[in-house]
């Protein structure tokens, strides 16, 4: 198994030995039988500790991003959370990128500095800005490429550099790319993120998140973290992620040629004064892309030359593209950042302008996708 797709479809997914079934079982237990005190079958105890279902997800999940260990969790930010509260205490310094996930940021804001964690937002795409932010008691450099909602591009390789020159650990948000585009342990980052909601799910029908990662001694404590604070995934969330990654590498290959035809498409449009996509050779980002993606990905964000009443009359006007928060799934939806997925980031430096409209590219038709925006932006 070396090849992307047929590691997705087989990692941690072997027959039922019982009965043959091709599809490994749902184990739905809180807990094992044990053969005399402390006599476990297959080292299974309770289900927060460990379950087969997720035991699969978690195997899947290390393959699909060429690591080591694959965590599961209930939720994206519940992985975040779990990673943050083992590497981190009070007096610590994180640096975040100054437009990460609004509720990765609000996480790091709120819950841990509240805790006594302290955190620099800046832009990592300028190696300067994220070389001058680092302190003696920086911990983490967390890095979201392609950025969510600006669609920046940081260099995960030259980050890297830096931040182990300096002792940091280096995590990447691989959400928006996906292992099927973008593998940041490849390019020798510590540690990768996901919400595996978005694309690894892929059907915008459950909910969870991951951590993937090589160094055996941090993932003996965040495998404790994990089972002593318990944000576990529940058997059935992990079953239909492994259903959802078997079909990434197909699927991103439409979200990614179905998302370029729509840029392109929108390229010099009057009612657009931007269209953020690193597939578009205009891109600050595209060379960098090209190198460190093999797919540009489904997302857009369009600035819309109209400003704030345009990008909110466009984001209420389409039928195809839904308006609603959450990405990666195979329907296409618009959010709306400033007041939807970044809401909590308003008045902080990670504040997403209202003139931007962002599009979570589905598999549709292209041509069905694209007819919907021009109707919508006809009007604007
Ligand atoms: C959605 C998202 C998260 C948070 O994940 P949840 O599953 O919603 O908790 C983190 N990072 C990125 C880039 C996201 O899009």
Redesign the pocket.
């Known amino acids: 198994m070396t090849s992307f797709e047929t590691i997705a479809i087989h990692a941690g997914q072997d027959a039922d030995p019982t009965t043959g079934a091709v599809i490994p079982p749902i184990h739905v237990t809180s807990t094992y039988v044990q053969d005399g005190i402390g006599g476990l079958r297959g080292g299974y105890e309770y289900s927060r500790g460990g379950n087969p279902t997720r035991t699969a997800l978690e195997t899947q999940l290390a393959g699909i991003e060429g690591g080591a260990f694959g965590l599961s969790f209930a939720?994206?930010?519940?992985?975040?959370d779990a990673l943050l509260r083992t590497v981190l205490g009070p007096g610590d310094h994180v640096i975040i990128g100054n437009d990460?996930?609004g509720?990765?940021h609000r996480l790091i804001r709120r819950i841990h500095g509240g805790k006594g964690v302290e955190h620099s937002t800046v832009d990592t795409s300028d190696l300067d800005a994220v070389a001058a932010a680092i302190r003696p008691e920086t911990k983490i450099l967390w890095v979201?490429t392609p950025s969510?909602p600006l669609m920046k591009l940081s260099d995960i390789a030259a980050l890297v550099e830096l931040g182990h020159s300096r002792g940091l650990l280096v995590v990447v948000?691989n959400?928006?790319a996906s292992p099927a585009l973008q593998r940041p342990l490849e390019f020798g980052a510590d540690v990768v993120?996901?919400?595996?909601?978005?694309y690894l799910g892929g059907h915008s029908d459950v909910?969870?998140?991951a951590l993937v990662l090589n160094d055996p001694e941090l993932e003996e404590q965040v495998r404790f973290t994990q089972f002593a604070a318990g944000a576990v995934s529940s058997p059935f969330d992990a079953f239909l992620t492994s259903r959802g990654i078997k079909t990434l590498a197909v699927r991103m290959e439409r979200h990614s040629s179905n998302a370029q035809a729509i840029a392109e498409h929108l390229v010099g449009h009057a009612a657009v004064a931007r269209v953020l996509y690193p597939g578009l050779p205009t891109h600050p980002g595209h060379e960098l892309a090209a190198r460190q993606m093999s797919g540009f990905g489904g997302m857009i964000s369009l600035d819309l030359a109209g400003g704030e009443a345009a990008a909110r009359k466009f984001a209420e006007s389409t039928e195809l593209f839904s308006l609603a928060e959450?990405?990666?799934g195979v329907e296409s939806l618009v959010n709306y950042p400033s007041e939807m997925?970044h809401a909590s980031v308003k008045g902080t430096p990670a504040e997403v302008s209202p003139s931007i409209v962002r599009l979570s590219v589905g598999l549709e038709a292209a041509a069905d996708l694209i007819a919907d925006i021009d109707g919508a932006l006809a009007s604007l």
């Not at 939720?75 to 975040?80: I, K, N, R, V």
């Not at 993120?193 to 978005?198: E, G, L």
């Open positions: 939720s994206g930010l519940a992985a975040e990460v996930y509720g990765t979201e969510n948000d959400t928006f993120v996901h919400s595996t909601t978005k909910v969870g998140g959450s990405l990666g997925t």
